[in-house]
């Protein structure tokens, strides 16, 4: 089986989950004999053994010619982007360079050999659709998060329309959760039989368990407890919502400090707000993390949270119940219809999330039964398996073609 | 000769309410959910009432008045008949009309046996608790029935040498408990047994595959007997006969109505069962009392780990498998003697009251794995909720504890 697969970063360029879960299925499909050919709007050398990884420019041979597009690119990031560039190639607005971008990758699916295109999210839905045109073969689409997501209530809807048309033109819809198979059901009037949910996963035996000292976990030295956030600074994942509990959980217990790590637009908002709630000196902003630096505050921290408004899945719990930590998830989450030995509350319920966080702090034997029964429940939670259910989608697919 | 002994056991806990931390210190009524959700103890108990207790009521009660061989015997917890007298005194008359029905005399057809009041786990933890607690229910059921209990069963059935031990000091004849196959190995639940380490005092053991074909397989489709009719259960009950003395159907009396829904034909069997069952000349029906006097015990039983009725490892795990029960448990009952010394009705019953086993086995972990039937019985949305909710309860206990003493010393050094 080969796939054409069109995404929008890779790992360790990736500033969100997204490059995560396309890594992850990606190595998986390749121990399952699926070959895949990884489109991205890159310009930066990546490497990859199991994949042939093409940048969109290439193939179609414009040379010196990159595409602006970087993921959670937003319309007007992209003209501060475009400005800085300075270059008549590129499109002169975003979704002129969605367009500009969709064509180039139909091009690569002229020179390609496939059986199938997985597309992942609506900025590579138009190269998608593109290039099922040119190659007659059938388009699965993927959605890891959709406008409603990422936007909340300011629905940009040239990004709505570009979805829509992406999940109609698919044969097959994948949705990382029950919770975005609604999403897409009730707002994009999509046919539930068309929507089939693949969870996310995560590879376990990836992960080290040394405790190294780090900026975070020294803050633990006089007994302080630590309650951390991993995510986008943005009002979807709910950041403003986990300084509410913070506040909350400080007046119980003082000895507690709250550990931001991201960036986002949000970032200045958040930093003004804890100073507002009078607990800028319990929350702290170690900034953008990844890999194992990541994991070693993971593991420093004695609980994780995941206040998100809306969250399609949210791999972040997951890493966390890897590295020992047990997580809070909220309600809007798709992790939360996954999860079983997970805490759970309403994001909007800062009042039960301080009173969960606090349970925790304080009950040694709650954090021992979450590890125990999380260590086991993660096995389960495994990038092959998701891998196969694709690997069956793209099968029966196959057949019908 | 195959004897039927019938032993239902009739529970209601006390649910524990959503119970946050910024209610410590606030709200001292633990018990009072009154949402539209699962822990609304009246609610609940309304439900329940209507489903099972009025209607099986009503057939065994009209079973006891026409035909005089059919007997039966109950074990109601104090938790679950106090929720009665305060919510539905009807239903208690209900239950007492039953048991009249039984009449009186040296064996009554209708036996109620012991158990701690507050259907808990004392024994695991203080004797001395579990011995108060087993006098508050011998007090109870006399005031409200008239009996004094001469058979005893321990809280889901929980058994092991030295409770035996125990009991038998407390005047007990026979202990129920269940028919756990690797303590009996070859030998049948069929037949009385002496309780290893005591003088007298006879076991009788529940046959559990007959008595959960009625309790959980009754209406399940892909069970190759279903369906489960009673010429047909009294056949399997007949064919112990040769094999066999005494068989003994030990069962949620939830399982009428409640556990298995009436559109199953649960009350139709329920009520045709005893004539099917006596339709044979060498079968009849016995209590507990009666059962242990008209047949000897034909072996003696060391039970030295504990077992119950629970689940399919039929030992403690469904209350004492994970972290979380074991801290809820040390924590309860750290404070028995504070709590017992401080002399505050009102503490020492709601410390009481948090005892009941439910607590606990709605934070057991073990089944949630697969997501089983065991589910269907947590009124939490996870038996982590249970845990926070209960922690918080026993932080407010343990504050309420702390002012009355505290009023005590200033009370005392006012006085001296």
């Not at chain 1, 709007?41 to 990159?66: E, N, Q, R, S, T």
């Not at chain 2, 004849?173 to 756990?180: F, K, M, N, Y």
């Amino acid at each position: 089986m080969k796939v054409l697969m069109f995404g929008w970063e890779l790992p360790p360029y990736n500033s969100g989950g997204l490059g995560t879960a396309c890594l992850g299925l990606t190595k998986a499909m390749a121990t399952q004999n699926v070959e895949v050919t990884f489109v991205v709007p890159y310009k930066v050398d990546v490497h990859l053994p199991h994949m042939k990884v093409i940048f969109a420019g290439m193939p179609v041979k414009i040379k010196g010619v990159k595409s602006l597009l970087y993921p959670y690119v937003t319309k007007e990031g992209y003209y501060s982007a475009l400005s800085r560039e300075k270059s008549p190639f590129y499109g002169c607005d975003l979704m002129a360079e969605v367009r500009r971008y969709s064509m180039l990758a139909a091009e690569i699916a002229l020179s390609e050999d496939f059986d199938v295109i997985h597309a992942h999210d609506w900025l590579s839905f138009g190269a998608g659709i593109e290039a099922k045109k040119v190659s007659g073969k059938p388009l699965v689409v993927h959605v890891h998060a959709t406008e409603f997501d990422r936007s909340c209530d300011h629905i940009n809807q040239e990004i709505y329309n570009l979805e829509k048309q992406g999940m109609e033109a698919a044969d097959k819809i994948i949705a990382v959760s029950q919770f975005t198979k609604s999403t897409i059901v009730n707002h994009y009037g999509i046919s539930p039989d068309k929507i089939e949910v693949v969870w996310n996963g995560i590879n376990a035996d990836e992960f080290r368990h040394e405790d190294g000292e780090n900026a975070v976990s020294v803050l633990k030295k006089g007994g302080y407890k630590i309650v951390l956030f991993v995510g986008r600074i943005t009002m979807q994942k709910g950041p403003d919502y986990f300084l509410l509990a913070a506040k909350k959980v400080l007046q119980f217990n003082p000895k507690v400090y709250f550990v931001i790590v991201g960036s986002g637009d949000m970032e200045q908002q958040i930093m003004q707000q804890a100073a507002f709630l009078g607990i800028s000196d319990k929350v702290v902003f170690p900034g953008f993390l990844r890999g194992e630096e990541l994991n070693q505050v993971y593991r420093a921290a004695d609980l994780f949270v995941l206040p998100s408004v809306s969250e399609p899945f949210g791999i972040t719990p997951l890493e966390s119940i890897v590295n020992g930590t047990p997580a809070l998830v909220s309600y809007q989450s798709g992790v939360a219809e996954a999860l079983k030995h997970a805490l759970k509350v309403d994001f909007w319920d800062t009042d039960e999330m301080a009173n969960k966080i606090l349970a925790v702090l304080d009950n040694p034997s709650l954090i021992q039964t979450l590890q125990n029964n999380g260590h086991e429940e993660i096995k389960n939670f495994t990038w092959h398996s998701a891998a196969s259910k694709c690997l069956n989608i793209y099968q029966r697919l196959f057949k019908r073609h | 000769m195959a004897a039927v002994c019938l032993y239902f056991q009739v529970h209601q806990p006390r649910r524990v309410k959503r119970y946050r931390i910024f209610d410590i210190g606030s709200d001292h009524h633990y018990f009072n959910d009154d949402s539209d959700g699962n822990l609304n103890n009246r609610k609940i108990l309304e439900k329940v009432t209507k489903k099972c207790y009025l209607p099986t009521n009503a057939i065994l009660t009209e079973l006891l008045e026409k035909n005089p061989d059919f007997k039966v015997s109950f074990s109601f917890s104090g938790i679950f008949l106090e929720q009665l007298e305060e919510y539905l005194p009807d239903v208690l008359s209900s239950f007492q009309k039953l048991i009249k029905a039984g009449g009186k005399g040296e064996f009554p057809r209708v036996e109620i046996l012991s158990e701690t009041y507050y259907h808990s786990l004392s024994f695991l933890y203080s004797k001395e608790e579990f011995r108060s607690q087993v006098k508050l229910h011998r007090e109870r059921i006399k005031s409200l029935f008239g009996r004094e209990p001469v058979s005893f069963r321990n809280t889901e059935l929980i058994y092991n040498n030295d409770i035996g031990k125990e009991v038998e000091a407390m005047g007990y004849r026979t202990v129920l408990t269940e028919g756990v196959d690797n303590i009996l190995g070859w030998r049948s639940p069929n037949f009385i047994y002496q309780a290893a380490g005591t003088k007298h005092l006879r076991l009788l053991l529940k046959n559990y595959r007959l008595s959960d074909d009625i309790a959980f397989r009754f209406s399940s489709k892909e069970w190759s007997d279903y369906p489960l009719t009673a010429p047909k259960f009294a056949q399997w009950i007949s064919s112990v006969n040769g094999n066999g003395e005494v068989v003994n159907l030990f069962m949620d009396y939830e399982t009428f109505g409640e556990h298995q829904w009436e559109d199953t034909g649960i009350f139709e069997f329920l009520k045709s069962m005893p004539r099917e069952i006596l339709s044979h000349p060498d079968n009849r029906f016995v209590t507990p009392d009666e059962a242990v006097t008209l047949f000897p015990a034909r072996d003696t039983l060391d039970i030295p780990g504990y077992i119950s009725w629970a689940d399919i490892e039929r030992d403690l795990s469904a209350w004492r498998s994970n972290p979380i029960q074991h801290d809820a448990l040390r924590s309860l009952y750290a404070l028995e003697k504070r709590i017992l010394q401080s002399g505050d009705k009102n503490l020492i019953e709601d410390w009481r009251r948090l005892q009941t086993s439910d607590h606990f086995y709605y934070m057991c972990t073990k089944w949630w794995n697969d997501g089983d039937v065991h589910k269907y019985f947590n009124p939490y949305s996870s038996p982590y909720e249970a845990f926070i909710s209960y922690m918080n309860v026993l932080k407010d206990l343990e504050l309420r504890l702390k002012q009355k003493s505290n009023r005590n010393r200033t009370r005392k050094s006012v006085s001296g």
